[in-house]
């Protein structure tokens, strides 16, 4: 059992896996940012007095960033480690991708697969121009613009961009060597939508941001004010003392002071006057008695 280099890059051998790939990340994007937003919509913003607007969104802007941020990392984390694990354990692609199956003397041996320069043995992200070959005489009828075929339909996928399929003469041009009954009426991508992504966008470049095109958040300080139901409210108004108020100050303490004083005055001399005026108990002599 063998496959030839130039049958493993034929795009009718390798596209169905390919876009099967491509539909099974989307899915598993799509679950991801589903639960992380299960899990952030948990959680509680709490405040033990209210939290001024300005201040609260500039928190739940972070928050929402943070939340975005690990999304992104855990899932390329996820994602890097299986490709790693596939690559390091040397798996054999069930299309012959990576390593062809040669039988001799009634034994099998695995010979890596080359892709110009680059060997499967050495590689995982070796890559070739995926094309339509003839099958009896290897010669390349149809080269697919930005699509690439690899050691691994992973690795091949991520490096790959769909400008052919933004094409309609390119999608017609390839249906031409596809065997569909009947035909299938495909129509190309609309290049003309707003996108964040261009029509040469490698797929890993759209993955590094989940293929989320917009992040639609919406941050609402008065449900904010009205969950929280504050019972009072207080602020602080600060001004700056110029000439005007000092002097007013002054003269309010001089005006308060000489009021206090004029009342301690008037208490003195009352009791002055009242000790002066009070009447003094006349003391009588006490003679010694005298004895004869």
Known sequence: MSTEPHLAADFRSTSPSSFQALSTLCGLIKTTIT???????????????????????????????????????????????????IHGDALSSGLQTNYRQVVQNNNVFSIAQNYGNCSCASSATCILQSAIYDYS?????????????????????????????????CINQL?????SSPPMNVKALDSSLPSVYFENS?????????????????LSYDMYYSQCQPMECTYTVETRN????????????????????????RLLVKVIQYCSQKPRTPVSPVMPPIHT
């Open 175 to 179: 249906q031409t060597y596809l065997s």
């Open 35 to 85: 639960d992380n937003l299960s899990q952030f919509y948990s959680n509680h913003y709490v405040s033990v007095y209210v939290t001024p607007s300005a201040l609260f969104q500039l928190q739940t802007q972070s928050l929402i960033e943070k939340f975005m941020g690990s999304t992104t990392r855990s899932f390329l984390l996820s994602l890097s480690m299986i490709r790693g694990s």
């Open 137 to 169: 005489s290897t010669v390349t009828l149809f080269n697919i613009p930005g699509f690439y075929t690899g050691c691994y339909v992973i690795e091949s996928l991520l490096q790959s961009d769909l400008r052919c399929f933004y094409n309609q003469t």
């Open 202 to 218: 490698p797929i890993s470049e759209c993955l590094a941001s989940l293929m989320v095109e917009q992040w639609n958040i919406t």
């Open 242 to 265: 110029d000439a005007t108020h000092i002097a007013a100050m002054l003269i309010g303490v001089i005006g308060g002071s000489i009021a206090i004083l004029n009342i301690i005055a």
